[in-house]
């Protein structure tokens, strides 16, 4: 029998939740804020309506409920971070399945979640929340180098390693903006708005990232994957490889502590996205995690092709009130396939001209699928501010080291050709989270 989700404010360049709900006998009806363009072609997506999800949530919250009398939802999902709080709400007024509203606030709210992982133990950098620039004095208690970043941004939006009180007076500023023109109107939380700037310490060691599902508190890890060791300044988005050429008993570790973060927020149903880098001792040390399926459905497929395990069905199930069946509890991770993602690194900003070499990496045998999400012609700007990626390179690869040599090859393969910008652009209100 077909089961309708309302699916609260999805991007849609990312195939593989849409694919897996075609799949699954899942259709949706996306529910959009106003003036948003509309492109794709999924069959499972049967109709659209509009809420004033930013601008007057409980109006949107009040108004759903007639949308519930006219579709009749069997669920209701987001994958954006900016509509988790609202999403939680809006599955509690219509008595479906969904996460506790104070946990998607603390999975939004990065200085909360700080304090929430380590009051249980969990090794977690030290942080300060300030409130605006006037309290930058607070971060003399902190020893450079430290990050600076928006406590409620997404897509590394404006995260900067500084290590120099100049450098933290800039980066400070950088946050202000950001939060002033994207972070305050998407940062709600029971009629209160939650943005802040966050200092803490740097933690430089290789980062992983843990996707993992949760069913009435029973949280399990589906996979793990490395994700580089991004030195900053700038946190620009590259690689994603699972698994990663680690021990198994460090992979477990790693995955028992993102086990630990999704308790520690309340996260007890529904999908995580856990990110860790390890310190100089080499203990995990957890950096956040998204009550989500991550990248935008990206880690449907960093799962589904390492593991076989369908997660976007897995939550399909929980969220529409079926049980999980086949897919519950996950199979162990160790299956012996590899599969990865790759960011294609902006390599410069101004106006783009072109990315080259595209076809080469189509014809390469690993190769899953190239997603272009360019715009030719546009403006971008170099981070930490972040105008949207140029592409994605999805992989499947009979060892991990496999996946090592298809990155090496991806490197030399793709080439981005940049013009000049024209003028110095303001910055466009980027509530889209791309993917
Ligand atoms: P966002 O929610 O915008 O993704 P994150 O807090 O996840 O923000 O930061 C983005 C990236 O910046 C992380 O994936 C990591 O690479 C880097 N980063 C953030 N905080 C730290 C930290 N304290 N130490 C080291 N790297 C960090
Ligand atoms: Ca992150």
């Given at each position: 029998m077909t089961q309708r989700i309302a699916f609260i404010h999805p991007s849609f360049h990312i195939p593989y939740i849409y694919e897996s709900a075609s799949r699954n006998g899942?259709?949706?009806?996306?529910?959009l804020p106003p003036g948003e363009v509309i492109h794709h072609e999924y069959p499972c997506v049967i109709g659209y309506e509009t809420l004033?999800?930013?601008?007057?949530?409980?109006?949107?919250l009040h108004r759903l409920e007639a949308l519930h009398a006219k579709w009749r939802f069997d669920?209701?999902?987001?994958?954006?971070?900016?509509?988790?709080?609202?999403?939680?709400?809006?599955a509690a007024r219509l008595g479906l399945p969904g996460i506790d509203p104070g946990a998607a606030k603390a999975a939004r709210d990065k200085g909360t979640m700080r304090r929430l992982f380590r009051e249980r133990g969990l090794v977690t950098p030290e942080f300060l929340v300030l409130s605006g620039a006037d309290e930058i004095e607070r971060c003399q208690a902190l020893a450079f180098p430290y990050v600076v970043k928006p406590?409620?941004?997404?897509?590394?939006?404006?995260?900067?390693?500084?290590?120099?009180?100049?450098e933290l007076v800039a980066a400070v500023r950088v946050v202000e903006e950001v939060n002033a023109d994207t972070y305050r109107e998407v940062s709600w939380h029971e009629g209160q708005n939650f943005s802040s700037i966050v200092v803490e310490e740097f933690v430089e060691g290789p980062e992983y990232v843990v996707e993992l599902f949760a069913l009435d508190g029973d949280v399990r890890a589906l996979n793990c994957g490395y994700k580089g060791q991004p030195p900053g300044p700038c946190f620009e988005e590259t690689v994603y490889l699972s698994?990663?050429?680690l021990a198994r008993e460090k992979i477990r570790e790693i995955q028992a502590v993102a086990v630990e973060g999704m308790l520690a927020l309340g996260l007890r149903n529904g999908p995580g996205h856990c990110e860790l880098r390890l310190d100089r001792q080499g203990r995990p040390v957890i950096l956040e995690i998204g009550a989500r399926i991550g990248g935008s459905g990206c880690a449907?497929?960093?799962?589904?092709?390492?593991?076989?395990?369908?997660f976007s069905n897995l939550w399909f199930r929980y969220l529409t009130g079926a049980p999980p069946g086949d897919y519950w509890p996950p199979r162990p991770t160790d299956t012996g396939k590899a599969a990865s993602s790759w960011i294609l690194p902006l390599g410069g900003s101004g106006v783009l001209r072109s990315i080259d070499g595209v076809e080469a990496v189509r014809?390469?045998?690993?190769?899953?699928?190239?997603?272009?999400?360019?715009?030719i012609g546009k403006t971008y700007r170099p981070y930490p501010h972040f105008d949207g990626f140029l592409a994605i390179v999805f992989g499947r690869?009979?060892?991990?080291?496999a996946g090592e040599a298809f990155f090496t090859f991806l490197e030399s393969a793709l080439k981005v050709n940049w013009g000049a910008a024209p003028r110095p652009q303001s910055r466009p209100l980027a509530r889209e989270q791309t993917p």
């Open positions: 899942v259709e949706f009806v996306v529910v004033p999800l930013y601008t007057a949530p409980e109006t949107a669920g209701i999902m987001t994958i954006k971070e900016s509509c988790m709080v609202w999403t939680a709400e809006a406590g409620s941004g997404y897509n590394s939006d404006a995260v900067q390693r500084v290590s120099s009180w100049d698994p990663p050429a449907h497929f960093n799962v589904e092709a390492s593991t076989d395990v369908d014809a390469h045998p690993d190769c899953e699928r190239v997603l272009l999400l360019a715009t690869h009979r060892s991990t080291q």
